[in-house]
């Protein structure tokens, strides 16, 4: 009864001002989240809490986007609860879970910097033999050792637009990179009458004051670090770059940028006119950067100089020209898998030329700002893959950016004025500081399979953020305690909050039988698509380990294809034995993977349905898009 | 029998395994996580545009605000904006009105007033007035 009135209370509070916001469930499969997950959604917001280094971490990311993973590539039944809540309780919680990501990638990112800090340190410690008044020239100077190898630890982002690593090493050591970017006449053009620019307003001298105080600046580092010295020399490092790149009049490295050749893309009046003003746009950017006091400054004028490059050769040229702005570290697609999924891949080259032609289409439509012509670089990027990836057999799939990232090493044209004894001092009280940091961390996000995962995390937050009145406000409190399996969690939210509606979204494999099933003789549709041998609507992933039968749609003979299965992942194991001298015990892990995934189904537990690498939004049913 | 009651242990033990590992791996890391997604996406990374942007700076202000006590490192929070910005195709913020207008909402919603409000309205703007208007206009705009 109490309940009853506790309900109905909430009932009549909201029906005033209802919102709504999603409790998911994503049911099991092979891969990452075998037990299934669960995520809250808040408008276009998506919430999941994920295991990332041992530590349980909140992501936020768009609903298109998450679905689209989830439901169609990870080939998973999403299940969708509609909570029903006043505008003030949607505004709470949404709140809560912003203000906590924000709060954690502050922190995370932290961690971060100070492990970098910590590799900077130790290389400048260990290399501490150079004379200092030696490092102050502004040119090359021999590495005194080599530079610590990391992802990305000791790069400097978009300097590669107009660097080599040859550049600054000794002659003969590097070669340079080949490719086709020829940019001397518009980089000539572009940085004379952007280094005119700023003599005028600032003044002859300008250039060189601004790199002598950059300089000074390095030299005057504090090696008291507080998480930001390696940040802080990067920074400053691009900005001395920077300004080499206007002084020397630089042309954009040889591999930065690519043409789009072809009828396409005519420049018609109108979109000349569109591309003058986000020229002068810009022109007006890289005036603003050069005295920016913001600490990255650098690398926003090296991106912006090279779209003002690019821009100046596509309006004289009249063939568009565009930044590479794929990073170093993108997947790429060997010739093998572009062999085995040609199908799929060539709906994906369809869309990315469809895209590419909208978006040049478009452009008289609306003033082009700098975020639009981003999207158009993107597009162009996507589309210029494709047409080379016919030459290449290879392509770049994964990894592009909204902004250009290309790298260079650490150069050595700067270092900052340490003793050895500043640097042992700080290097000591870094690592202190670090460990302070860690230990933070792991006392509040260490993953626990029992007591901290994902679905714990999620009603932590919901209850932290309604405090006293979760009750009053979403009809029940769930505790987190007792609540960490992704599918009972999905029956107590039905049970506790004011759900108003649940919505099931079948995997995509599911929703194209159903069709399937529609159209053709089931029985026949059935003993077809229940294996992977005949099955029309699946073609084996290398991501998945080996298994026979689908089991999502089997109930009754669920044993009987688990073992079937069980069999398979021992097959591949055993291969993966013989193989493991080669391939690092890779496909040993696989099938080892593959055998434990399909032993729950002996006990009727669903885990097999397969998934797929390379589909597309396009590719997939329209009712199948995300969102739908 | 025994090895019959043994088996059906590691079916049940796998099982319980596999449904309480209820957690998806993060496999994002460096510069993949900020790339737009596989080269079959479409642009989710420009989807909302200006207004998404605006959006994404208010609430890192506002995050910003409620977890800073004492002084504001404002070169830690224009990195921070960096990072926002960049994942949105921007790289000259200070020119992007969005982002003081952002700030400005961040602020009223932190529900910082009078003196305080006048002193992080100068900080942010670097003093620029085009930069406090903006900052103003979009304080003004929350209720």
């Known amino acids: 009864m109490k309940r009853f009135l506790t309900l109905l209370a909430v009932l009549l509070g909201n029906t005033a001002n209802a919102y709504t916001f999603q409790y998911l469930y994503i049911e099991a499969n092979e891969g990452s989240s075998s037990g299934g997950h669960v995520a809250v959604q808040f408008g276009d917001d998506v919430f999941h809490y994920q295991f990332k280094n041992g530590l349980i971490r909140l992501f936020k990311q768009d609903a298109e986007g998450f679905r689209f993973d989830y439901r169609v590539l990870q080939n998973r039944t999403l299940h969708v609860a509609d909570v029903d ?92 990179p080949h490719g086709d970017c020829q940019t001397k006449a518009s980089a000539k053009s572009i940085l004379a009458s952007l280094r005119t620019q700023l003599a005028l307003q600032h003044g002859n001298g300008f250039l060189q004051r601004r790199k002598v105080e950059l300089t000074t600046a390095i030299q005057h580092l504090s090696a008291v670090t507080n998480g930001r010295l390696s940040e802080r020399y990067t920074d400053l490092l691009n900005g001395l770059l920077a300004l080499r790149v206007i002084e020397e009049t630089r042309p954009l490295t040889s591999d930065a940028c690519h043409t789009l050749t072809g009828p396409e893309g005519h420049l018609d009046p109108q979109k000349t006119e569109r591309l003058n003003n986000l020229h002068r746009q810009l022109m007006q950017s890289a005036q603003n950067l050069a005295v920016s006091k913001r600490p990255d400054w650098g690398y926003a004028l090296l991106v912006t100089m090279s779209r003002l490059i690019t821009l100046q050769q596509t309006l004289q040229s009249g063939q568009w020209v565009f930044v590479d702005d794929f990073s170093a570290d993108s997947t790429v ?296 | 029998m025994f090895v019959l009651n043994r088996f059906n242990l590691l079916i049940a033990g796998s099982a319980c395994v596999l449904i309480l590992n209820g957690c998806s791996f993060s496999d994002s890391s460096g510069s993949i996580s900020d790339s737009i997604g596989s080269i079959s996406d479409s642009s989710s990374s420009f989807s909302g545009g200006s207004a998404k942007y605006e959006s994404d700076v208010e609430d890192y202000t506002y995050a910003y605000l409620k977890s800073t006590s004492g002084t504001t490192d404002y070169a830690d929070f224009q990195k921070g904006l960096s990072d926002i910005a960049k994942k949105r195709g921007i790289s000259d913020w200070e020119s992007d009105d969005h982002t003081y207008k952002g700030i400005g909402k961040a602020l009223k919603k932190a529900r910082i007033e009078g003196v305080g409000y006048e002193t992080y309205k100068k900080n942010f703007a670097d003093s620029d007035t085009t930069k406090m208007k903006q900052i103003q206009q979009g304080y003004d705009s929350q209720d």
């Open chain 1, 85 to 176: 809540v006043s505008a003030a309780t949607f505004s709470l919680l949404q709140d809560h879970f912003k203000l906590l990501f924000w709060q954690q990638d502050r922190q995370f990112k932290q961690l971060q910097a100070a492990e970098k800090d910590h590799q900077l340190l130790e290389w400048l410690l260990h290399s501490h033999t150079t004379p200092p008044s030696s490092l102050q020239i502004p040119g090359y100077i021999p590495h005194p050792s080599p530079l610590p190898e990391g992802e990305g630890i000791f790069k400097l982002p978009g300097a590669g637009l107009f660097f080599n690593d040859s550049d600054f090493a000794p002659v003969g050591q590097l070669t340079e």
């Open chain 1, 333 to 628: 697609i060997a010739a093998e898998d572009m062999m085995r999924f040609t199908d799929e891949l060539s709906v994906q080259r369809k869309k990315a030329e469809t895209d590419w032609q909208q978006q040049w289409q478009s452009l008289g439509n609306t003033e082009l700002d700098e975020q639009h012509y981003s999207q158009l670089e993107v597009s162009a990027n996507r589309y210029h893959e494709w047409l080379v990836s016919n030459n290449r057999q290879t392509l770049r799939y994964h990894g592009e950016q909204a902004l250009p990232t290309k790298a260079i090493n650490l150069p050595t044209i700067a270092l900052p004025k340490f003793s050895s004894q500043q640097l042992q001092q700080a290097l000591h009280q870094q690592v202190l500081d670090t460990q302070q940091l860690t230990q933070q961390l792991e006392q509040n996000y260490a993953y626990h399979l029992l007591t901290r995962n994902c679905v714990t995390e999620i009603f932590h937050t919901i209850n932290q953020a309604l405090g006293a009145e979760t009750q009053q406000r979403l009809g029940g409190v769930i505790d987190e305690h007792l609540n960490i399996v992704p599918f009972t969690a999905f029956a107590m939210v039905q049970a506790s909050y004011l759900v108003k509606h649940i919505t099931v979204l079948p995997s995509h494999r599911q929703q194209q039988l159903a069709k399937q099933y529609e159209q053709e003789f089931p029985p026949l549709v059935y003993a077809r698509e229940s294996n992977v041998v005949s099955a029309s609507l699946y073609d084996y992933n290398p991501n998945d380990a080996w298994f026979v039968f689908f089991t999502d749609d089997a109930l009754l003979l669920r044993p009987v294809f688990g073992a079937i299965n069980s069999v398979a992942g021992v097959g591949q194991s055993l291969f993966g034995l013989v193989k493991s001298p080669f391939d690092e015990g890779q496909l040993l892990a696989t099938g080892m993977r593959g055998l434990l995934m399909s032993l729950p189904e002996l006990a009727f537990i669903n885990m097999r349905k397969g998934s797929y690498k390379f589909l597309s939004p396009d590719s997939a049913s329209q009712e199948n898009l995300p969102g739908q």
